[in-house]
């Protein structure tokens, strides 16, 4: 069994990780920067396993009392930072939670591990109720920040720990891994990982995601059937985006992918590198109907909507002129 081998990608962590723990080297405060489910907590969670391992190597045993806590979320030297207000980490959680216990020794293992996960909503406050425990820490101590912006977390904290940065992941590796571990079958896996963008963690919740599913129906039969519809049928389809709640903007991408392979198709008759294959006969149909200049217009208007419903322009306003400039090109 070998944890660290489970973690796709990111190399450079990795390698810094199981160096720290060849050479005993571990700091006393980590932060893992990166996108939501890029698999911060997972690598977190293998070098906390892999600290507290009895058998002290620079791979987690899974065997010993140690790991087998870690895995089931019981160490109890394996602290996670949990919060009361779902926005924001304060000054009292972080209060109660290390620096009133720090300096109790850990129960069981060599270390005592905090792990802090959303470190952006950590409040400015509660920044500086951490920094006591950064500038001071006992010997056993180490702690993790997770987050998606390092940016929110004050220079005085960011002095005292080592960044660890997430890296997008390879497509190639991405597809790989959805394949073979998760056996999603190849179209399928295409799809996700055109929308994961190197994130292995959104990769795999597109797969296993029905809602997701359900999105690309809609939203492919909308394309497919868009240049033949009356006016009252597509303002139809735009109060089923809305009644749903589908996520506009995998929606909105999902058009764009689609566009992008009508492109891709128009310019080299390919079918090989189309992200939708399986809808080659729709695709090739639309790429005969539109010229150059049109699809230009639709992707611009594609671009145009989603910052523009990023700012909260009126919804409906937004994909009628948007849907109708697909119609007309
Ligand atoms: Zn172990």
């Not at 209060?95 to 950590?122: D, L």
């Not at 939203?219 to 497919?224: G, M, N, W, Y």
Request: proline share 3%; net charge negative; charged share 30%.
């Amino acid at each position: 069994m070998s944890y660290f081998s489970e973690i796709v990608g990111q190399e450079q962590i990795k390698e810094y990780m199981q160096n720290a723990l060849k050479t005993g080297n571990v700091s006393h405060a980590y932060i893992i920067n990166g996108e939501k489910s890029s698999g911060k907590e997972f690598i977190a969670k293998i070098f906390a396993m892999a600290m507290q391992c009895e058998k002290g190597e620079i791979e987690p045993c899974g065997e010993c009392h140690s790991c087998k806590q870690a895995l089931s979320g019981n160490q109890p030297d394996i602290v996670r930072i949990t919060h009361e207000k779902p926005n924001s980490i304060g000054i009292d959680d972080i209060r109660t939670q290390i620096n009133s216990e720090v300096s109790i020794k850990p129960y069981s293992s060599p270390k005592k591990i905090y792990i802090i996960n959303e470190g952006e909503k950590i409040t400015p406050q509660g920044q500086n109720a951490l920094l006591k425990t950064l500038e001071e820490p006992p010997e056993y101590v180490v702690i993790f920040i997770l987050t998606t912006n390092v940016e929110a977390l004050l220079p005085t904290i960011l002095s005292r720990c080592v960044v660890l940065d997430m890296k997008p992941v390879a497509d190639k590796t991405v597809k790989e891994f959805l394949m073979e571990t998760l056996h999603i079958p190849d179209y399928k896996a295409d799809i996700c990982v055109a929308f994961a963008r190197g994130n292995v963690g959104k990769a795999k919740l597109l797969a296993t995601s029905e809602e997701f599913d359900n999105i690309k129906e809609e939203a492919i039969t909308l394309l497919k059937y868009i240049s033949d519809m009356e006016i009252h049928e597509i303002v139809a389809a735009i109060k089923k985006i809305k009644d749903f709640k589908l996520d506009i903007n995998d929606y909105m991408d999902i058009l764009s992918i689609w566009y992008r392979d009508v492109l891709l198709f128009k310019a080299t008759n390919d079918v090989n590198h189309l992200i939708f294959k399986e809808e080659i006969q729709y695709i090739k149909k639309v790429a005969r109907k539109s010229d150059y200049e049109g699809l230009e217009k639709i992707i611009k208007a594609l671009d145009k909507a989603k910052s523009r419903l990023n700012a909260n322009v009126n919804f409906d306003l937004v994909m009628e002129l948007l849907l109708l400039t697909i119609k007309e090109n």
